[in-house]
């Protein structure tokens, strides 16, 4: 699991963790806690370590001698073990050559101990509290019971126990080890420490890098005297209070225009320099060394249509399936889902993570709570729809490879499978693919902070889990996290690795989404400008820019659109109140920014629709004008929503238009 888990504010001993465990209403103390009930069946002596009494049989042994294996498997098992050096009990139970009781049986014979029947005894929480539950997750160990000064400790992972011997002594003393599947273990754990888990998932970010604490009732009032200033100023002197707000939209649209030339430039210059993507050295992972365990985590909610159709997408993947968790996270009571994924007849690789119901009901809240139950170091996030490419977790991996430390995020290209569903479906394609392709990969070039999307991302588990995962609160939880990775002196990368989605190709819904996005994009900014000077001296200069113009110049843009739309007038021939205030010399350059504004974004879309599965949409490129006045009617729904529902989770609904039939039409 790696030790870096261990580090985690809410994993400790210490002060922070006591502390909330106290305003939960769950008394710290260190104490021996003494027996409840005898422990079931027979205990090695304390501190036994059968390792270092007697050599180990080979498992694969003992699984032959047992009848729970057969010897071509046994082979094969260890054809790939010697491949991909990882665990033969993990390999035998990825690909179904042994089912995991007889693993765990067999696992605790060589160990020389005995299997925990969970069903006999529940363990008792308090043993629990002195690790606490997030430790307990990382070190694969479960103290249950004490019998007398020994503590009896169920482990899924009996090969790793001896490095955490020392560790669990410190804290429980006298120890004795038996061995439990884990699926038993998380049970046993959810059972005990349920709530506390689901507080922790909640509440994970710091306070001052979390919108958890966003005061409503003032935001309502600061725009109140906002709006009843400039209302005011209006009645007081309307031409120059226009002129100002005029000014402001203007400011924002030109540098927004401006750092998307420098983004697009940037990275239209990489590609096609001696630099670009296909001529950059890449750091492949040898077949001696050892791939790491790659976790990917899919949130679903009331998505039963979608469950098979994910299923075998996410089947198309050609990471070794004994180095791949995929964990299907949903919502403890959404029965159809949970029912749909049952009867999919999920592989061993795959497993469902139920999460444990709450007033808050959010994406992030949920990814945070399954961070705690997955295997690998490197953590991946996909949505329910996504259609990744096959070799996608290879390069990222091989990403990770070659980038340094401070590499904590590794980001792929979004596209969709239904570009021709309709208008809508269309602009949506190609406002992803001058974003995903040309603007974020710039901006990366370019040093700035990257915003993430919500899908296809790669973190380092250790880093991911520094930063206290996502924040569980904000609907925007990757854009977020983009900027607490930077803020934090972490670097993202964007990779050239396609997953593909399904377009939100209806009005309603495509409105109802935007406004969740600039609803976090506008408590994203409140929660990181805080500060400003600290954001500033965590940023820099020239990222500090960027992130204004970013989050800032975007919902001005929005906001204040109706202002630039007013100069339509002029050209129905309506007239303008600017036009008796400003000589013609200002009316002709202002017309002539807009101008350049429009040409530049046209330029950027129609570069960005170079590949043969775009280019049919170039000539929709002009209808943009038409598509992008939709995001202000949805800046002001999340405006209002800011006041009256925060954390409301407007939830996208998949699987209306999925024309893709097969994951092997993944574009490149």
Request: hydrophobic share 45%; with cysteine.
């Amino acid at each position: 699991m790696g030790s870096a888990r261990l580090n985690h504010e809410a994993c400790t001993m210490g002060t922070p963790y006591l502390a909330m465990r106290r305003r939960n209403g769950v008394a710290a103390s260190c104490r021996p806690v003494p027996l409840a009930s005898p422990c079931p069946g027979p205990l090695p002596p304390p501190d036994h370590d059968p390792d270092a009494a007697r050599p180990k049989r080979p498992l694969g042994m003992i699984l032959l001698e047992s009848g729970g294996l057969t010897s071509p498997d046994l082979m094969r098992a260890l054809t790939i073990q010697r491949r991909e050096n990882a665990r033969l009990g993990d390999i035998l139970r990825a690909h179904g050559m042994a089912k995991d009781g007889d693993v765990v049986r067999a696992l605790a014979q060589q160990h020389g101990t005995s299997v925990l029947d969970p069903g006999h005894d529940r363990p008792d929480p308090r043993l629990i509290d002195l690790l606490g539950p997030a430790r307990c997750l990382a070190l694969d160990c479960l103290p249950w019971r004490r019998a007398g000064s020994i503590t009896l400790v169920a482990t899924s992972a009996p090969d790793r126990f001896a490095e955490r011997r020392n560790l669990l002594k410190a804290v429980l003393g006298p120890i004795a080890m038996v061995v439990i599947s884990e699926s038993a273990l998380h049970d046993a754990l959810i059972g005990s420490r349920r709530n506390l888990l689901t507080l922790l998932a909640e509440t994970c970010v710091k306070d001052r890098e979390s919108c958890r604490t966003w005061n409503a009732r003032r935001f309502s009032l600061l725009l109140a005297l906002a709006m009843a200033a400039l209302f005011a100023a209006t009645l007081a002197a309307p031409m120059l209070s226009f002129l100002l707000l005029f000014g402001i939209v203007t400011l924002a649209l030109v540098s927004g225009t401006l750092l998307r030339i420098a983004a697009a430039i940037t990275q239209l210059r990489a590609i096609r320099g001696p630099t670009g993507p296909a001529n950059l050295p890449v750091c492949r992972a040898r077949d001696t060394d050892r791939k790491p365990v790659v976790t990917m985590m899919v949130p679903l909610f009331n998505e039963p249509g979608i469950a098979p159709r994910l299923v075998a997408r996410l089947g198309a993947l050609s990471y070794p399936r004994e180095l791949l968790d995929v964990m299907l996270v949903v919502e403890e009571d959404d029965h159809l889902t949970r029912a749909a994924l049952a009867r999919s007849d999920l592989p061993r690789w795959m497993r469902v993570v139920p999460v444990p119901d709450s007033a808050l009901r959010t994406k992030p809240r949920a990814l945070n709570y399954a961070l705690n139950f997955a295997r690998g170091s490197i953590i991946g996030v996909y949505d329910a729809e996504d259609a990744p490419a096959p070799d996608q977790i290879h390069r990222v991996i091989e990403r990770f490879a070659a980038g340094g430390p401070d590499l904590a995020c590794v980001q792929g290209v979004l596209d969709y499978y239904n570009p021709a569903t309709n208008w809508l479906s269309r602009c949506f394609t190609i406002e992803y693919a001058a974003w995903f392709r040309l603007i974020l990969p710039g901006f990366e070039k370019l040093g700035l902070a990257v915003p993430l999307g919500g899908t296809t991302l790669f973190f380092r588990r250790d880093i991911l889990e520094s930063l206290g995962g996502w924040d569980a609160h904000n609907v925007t939880e990757d854009a977020d996290l983009g900027i607490r990775l930077a803020r934090h002196g972490y670097r993202t990368e964007l990779l050239d690795t396609v997953t593909l989605e399904e377009a939100n190709c209806r009005i309603l819904p495509w409105i109802r989404q935007r406004s969740r996005w600039l609803k976090g994009y506008a408590m994203t900014y409140a929660v990181h400008m805080r500060d400003p000077l600290l954001l500033y001296r965590q940023l820099g200069v020239w990222r500090f820019f960027g992130f204004q113009v970013l989050f800032l110049g975007t919902l001005i843009q929005f906001l204040l659109a109706p202002i630039l739309w007013s100069f339509w007038l002029m050209l129905l021939g309506l007239g303008h109140p600017l036009a008796d205030a400003l000589p013609t010399a200002a009316l002709l350059a202002i017309a002539t920014l807009f101008l350049l504004s429009e040409v530049a974004n046209l330029a950027i879309n129609l570069s960005a629709l170079r590949s043969r599965d775009h280019r049919f949409l170039r000539p929709w490129t002009i209808s943009l004008h038409l598509y992008f006045p939709l995001a202000a009617f949805a800046a002001y729904k999340g405006f209002w929503e800011m006041i009256i529902s925060p954390y409301y989770w407007d939830k996208t609904h998949h699987g209306m238009h999925d024309s893709m039939g097969q994951p092997a039409l993944v574009r490149a």
